[in-house]
């Protein structure tokens, strides 16, 4: 993927061979803005009786992954700038920090039956898509 430093960042497009790059993380994240706004779905329910107030933020926090990684998935789907591609991405990797968080702060607090081992994959999820963020973010700034 050629990233013509000739033009200012702004100007930068991705090569027509790197197109699939941009397909793959707008695909990705509309799959997971839909998994998201089910996984809300499916807490709001485990929450009926216990009443919503326990989980206000967590709710919260699902309805914004659903709204970022539509966001994410729209912003990809015409990113051919190469800014427009970073951000995108970055808000990705952001929203996922947030729903696995969200799932090792569900899993954590509310289902004391779940096994140490699924929590420690969660946190070790959590760890690594926040690197992935910082990752990029340094990236970003040497492309720059």
């Not at 793959?24 to 709001?44: E, P």
């Not at 919503?52 to 051919?80: D, K, N, P």
């Not at 996922?96 to 968080?101: I, R, S």
Request: net charge neutral; with cysteine.
């Amino acid at each position: 993927m050629g990233l013509m430093k000739n033009k200012p960042f702004r100007e930068r497009e991705l090569e027509e061979d790197g197109y699939w790059i941009i397909r793959q993380l707008s695909s990705t994240a509309f799959s997971l803005s839909g998994f998201a706004f089910t996984s809300m779905s499916v807490l709001l329910g485990f929450y009926v009786g216990a009443g919503f107030e326990r989980a206000g933020a967590l709710i919260s926090a699902l309805f914004l992954c659903t709204v970022l990684f539509m966001l994410s998935g729209e912003m990809a789907r015409e990113a051919y700038k190469i800014w427009k591609y970073l951000f995108a991405e970055g808000t990705y990797l952001f929203t996922l920090v947030l729903l696995t968080g969200s799932f090792l702060w569900f899993a954590s607090q509310e289902l004391r039956f779940v096994h140490p081992v699924a929590v420690a994959a969660l946190l070790v999820a959590v760890v690594y898509f926040a690197y992935r963020l910082v990752h990029d973010i340094r990236v970003y700034s040497q492309v720059a």
